[in-house]
């Protein structure tokens, strides 16, 4: 049997996430995968295949285009990707807050006959988030405690002293859509969970700077017709992004894995 041809993958962003996913997609021979493109605005020698513009990274011919950037990025290049037929795995899903951008990047999917792929990133269960709405949600919960530093440039700076914080501070609760504007970098996981589960406007959020803890916790709760569901789990934060769990790129990692895999979980 002849093997499949190589995955041929373009990168919008070239920080920690994007540099992590390369570095574990080198270590799993069994995937067949080629970098196409790395668009970045930064030079950096390390890294081949630099493109400076969307258009050069759709030159370079990828299969699957992987956003490891920010939201910007993804309002100012998801549509493109989209109507040129190439699937568009995000990660700063926080980005789809806003209303208009989800609508944007939906139609945009529909007229290239691509998928808007979104990963699940530091965060589990939300197969079964998924699957609990189908049978009827009632509340869901998401819960993000991170060390104090993991916030900095954040609005919880003007809300805590984070450097000498010595027990937990809770300093936001709302919704997920707030949450996900005021917190841009930090909350794609509650974005995540809303999309999965009651939409941005009903999901509820509380942030919490922590200094009791090494790891970023993040902790979901939904109660539903097919019960009642929590699930914790202590990331360990990305040498490169303290904001950001290492399990974020292993995410993408296996939503790649998915795409040539004869066998899929």
């Known amino acids: 049997m002849t093997p499949p041809a190589p995955l041929r ?15 574990t997609l080198a270590k799993l021979p069994t995937l067949a995968f080629e970098i196409s493109g790395v668009l970045s605005r930064h030079r950096n020698d390390s890294t081949p295949l630099i493109v400076r513009d969307i258009e050069a990274l759709l030159a370079c011919g990828a299969d699957i285009v992987v956003e490891c950037a920010s939201h910007e990025a993804v309002a100012a290049y998801g549509e493109t990707v989209l109507r040129r037929g190439v699937p568009l795995i995000v990660v700063s899903i926080g980005s789809l807050a806003d209303a208009q951008l989800y609508d944007r990047l939906r139609d945009a999917a529909l007229a290239g006959e691509a998928k808007l792929i979104l990963a699940p990133g530091a965060i589990g269960g939300i197969d079964a988030l998924a699957a609990a709405r189908l049978g009827g949600l009632d509340r869901v919960c998401y819960r993000g405690r991170k060390p104090p530093l993991a916030w900095a440039k954040t609005p919880a700076e003007t809300l805590l002293d984070l450097a000498t914080l010595s027990e937990p501070a809770v300093f936001y609760r709302g919704n997920a859509r707030e949450a996900a504007r005021g ?9 995540t969970v809303a999309l999965a589960g009651l939409g941005f406007d009903r999901t509820e959020v509380e942030l919490v700077a922590d200094p009791t803890i090494q790891h970023n916790i993040h902790e979901l709760s939904f109660v539903g017709a097919d019960g009642r569901f929590e699930l914790s789990i202590a990331g360990v934060p990305s040498p490169d992004n303290p904001r950001t ?3 974020t790129a292993h995410s993408i990692v296996r939503l790649l894995f998915t795409m040539r895999a004869p066998v899929v979980i």
């Open 9 to 23: 993958i373009g990168f919008i962003g070239d920080g920690g996430i994007s540099r992590s996913v390369r570095a």
């Open 183 to 191: 917190y841009p970098k930090n909350s794609n996981v509650a974005a």
């Open 245 to 247: 769990s290492m399990l």
